[in-house]
């Protein structure tokens, strides 16, 4: 049937993706295995779509279909829960780092500040000798 291709297809596409990521440095071992076996999953369902229904009733789900269902809702949540952390993360790396610029750069106005001062200071005093 074409959706076992096409879910073949995908699974394999998705594969060398994750491994070509791995070899980039842009995924880590443990994630590119994570991946590696849910897309070997995928590839697997779709070529022997009844073996859904051995699972679901040894979880005691009815149909095949609903335990795939159940676990792609479960996954997505745990995903969506995930990258709300990483981004709560990010969030406070930026909000540190923004209030570190801002005082290095108000340290550097008050340095350049203070140079100006005290060159300004000079330059008032060599105006002033010169002038008697």
């Not at 880590?28 to 590696?36: E, K």
């Not at 997505?76 to 801002?102: P, Q, W």
């Amino acid at each position: 049937m074409i959706y076992q291709d096409i879910g073949v297809l995908i699974g394999i596409v998705a594969i060398i993706i994750a491994v070509l990521r791995l070899k980039n440095g842009k995924m880590s071992l443990g994630l590119a295995s994570l991946w590696i076996l849910i897309w070997l999953v995928v590839i697997w369902v779709s070529i022997f779509p009844d073996s859904t229904n051995i699972f679901a009733s040894l979880t005691g789900i009815g149909r095949g279909l609903d335990l795939v269902l159940i676990l792609g809702l479960i996954g997505g949540y745990y995903l969506i829960f995930k990258m709300y952390g990483m981004i709560e993360n990010m969030d406070k790396e930026i909000t540190l780092l923004v209030r570190e610029i801002a005082l290095q750069r108000g340290e550097l106005k008050e340095k350049a500040d203070n140079e100006y001062t005290v060159n300004s200071k000079s330059i008032d005093e060599k105006n002033k000798t010169k002038s008697k």
